[in-house]
C-alpha cells in the first residue's frame, strides 16, 4: 500500500461530497509519494495529514436588499489554508456555483502555487454563490458591503488579504476596500488587485494572463519552440483569458478563438482585442456581440467545442474541469503541442493523463498561473513601502518569477526522474518549501 494511501482516505471521510476538493488533493498526493518514502520525518510529523486540512473555514450569511426592495440571501466563504510561510492569500470568487468543496480545493491548490512563487504567501481562498452578472452596480455594491461587514474580522494586511477571481474584477475590489477602510478605519494593503488610484499595483490586471504567458514562452524555448507563429485556443474572455490573449499576440501568435459561458467565437485572423475589451470590459455583453459586430468572425453557441478548433497551443483560461478527455484527444488529433493552465485546474485528471501519453507539454495552472498572485505580493510589498513601481519594473519581476518557476517545476521534476513532468515538479517544488516551513515551526 502506498504511504499516502490512508491519507486518502481520511480526506474522503471527512469530505464525502467535495468532489473538487478530493480532485484536487488526490492529485497532489499522488505526486508526493515519492516525497514520502524520501522524507521519512514527513510522515513522523503528520505534514501531509496537516496539509490536506485548512487550518480555518469561515461560512457565514450574507442578507442585501435588490434594486425591488426585496431581501436576499447569499453565503460567504472564507477558506484560511495555510499560513506556514506568510499571511494567508488568495482570490474571493462570486459565481453561483461556488460550494465550499470549491473554495476548498482553490485553498489548497493556492499553498501550492503561492509557495512556487518563492514569495512569502501562505494560501487561503474565498467567495459566494452571489452571481454578479445582470446586476445593477448599486445591487453589487450593497452585495460587496454587506458580504465585507462579515469578512472584515478575520482578515487583515499581515493576516489575510483576498484578491479577485471569478465575478470580482477591479469593480467589486473597490466596494469591498470602501467597506474594510469604513469599518476599521484604516488605509491598508488588505486587499490585492486595487485600483490604480488607491493603492493599486501597475501590472496586476494583466499579471495572470501575461504571466501565463511568460511561462509557456520559457517552456517552448526550452523545447527549442516559441509562441512566434503559432495559432493559440484561449478558453474564457475574463480578466486571465484577456491579457493571456493580448501578450500572445505581442509574443508573435495568433489568437484564433475565445469564449463565455454561453458560446465561443473564431476568428482566422486574430482576435480584435481592442473590440473584445470593449464588449467584455466595458459593456459587460455576451461574447456573441463580438461576431455581431464583426462580421468575419464566426459565432458558435455552447463553450465546450472550443477545444475543436486547430490550433498549436490551448490556453484553458475559464474554468474547473473545462477541458476533457475527449476535448484533449480532439485536441491532439488537430497537432495541439502544448496544454497550459491560466484557470485553475480546467483540465480533468483523465485529459491530464491523455496529453502525457501523448508526449503533449502539459503546464499546471498552480505553476502557470502563478503570476497573478505573485503580482498581488509585489502590490503588498508597494503598500508596505507606500510606493509604487512603474509598469515596467512590475512586468520585469514577474516574467523573472515565470521563468524561475518553470525552471524549477522543470528541474524538479528532472530530479525525481520525470523529465518534462511540470505537474509533478510544481506539486513536489511547492509542497517541499510548505512541509520545511512547517516542520521548523512544530506541530501547529
Ligand atoms: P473572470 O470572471 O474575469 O472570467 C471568467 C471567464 O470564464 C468568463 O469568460 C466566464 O464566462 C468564463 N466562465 C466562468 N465560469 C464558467 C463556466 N462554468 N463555464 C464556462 N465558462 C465559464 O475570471 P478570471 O479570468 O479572473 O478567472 C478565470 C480562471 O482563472 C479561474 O479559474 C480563476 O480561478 C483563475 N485564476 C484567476 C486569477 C486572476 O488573477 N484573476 C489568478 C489565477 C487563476 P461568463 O462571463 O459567461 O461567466
Known sequence: MAVLDSIKETVRKRNPHDAEFIQATDEVLLSLELVAQKHPEYVENGIFERIVEPERQIVFRVPWVDDQGKVQVNRGFRVEFNSAIGPYKGGLRFHPSVNLSIIKFLGFEQCFKNALTGLPIGGGKGGSDFDPKGKSDSEVMRFCQSFMTELYRHIGADRD???????VGAREIGYLFGQYKRIRNEYSGVLTGKGLTYGGSLARKEATG???????QAMLEDHGSSLQGKRVVISGSGNVAIYAAEKCTQLGATVVAMSDSNGYVYDENGIDLAKMKEIKEIRRERIKEYANALPRAQYHEGCKDIWSCVCDIALPCATQNELDEQAAEVLIKNGVMAVCEGANMPCTPQAITVLKR????????????????????????????????????VDARLKNIMENIYRTCADTAIAYDDKDNFMLGANIAGFEKIAEAMLAQGIV
Open 358 to 393: 501523448h508526449g503533449i507539454l502539459y503546464a499546471p495552472g498552480k505553476a502557470s498561473n502563478a503570476g497573478g498572485v505573485a503580482t498581488s505580493a509585489l502590490e503588498m510589498s508597494q503598500n508596505s513601502q507606500r510606493l509604487s513601481w512603474s509598469f515596467d519594473e
Open 210 to 216: 501575461y504571466g501565463l504567458c511568460y511561462f509557456t
Open 161 to 167: 488579504v483576498p484578491a479577485g477571481d471569478i465575478g
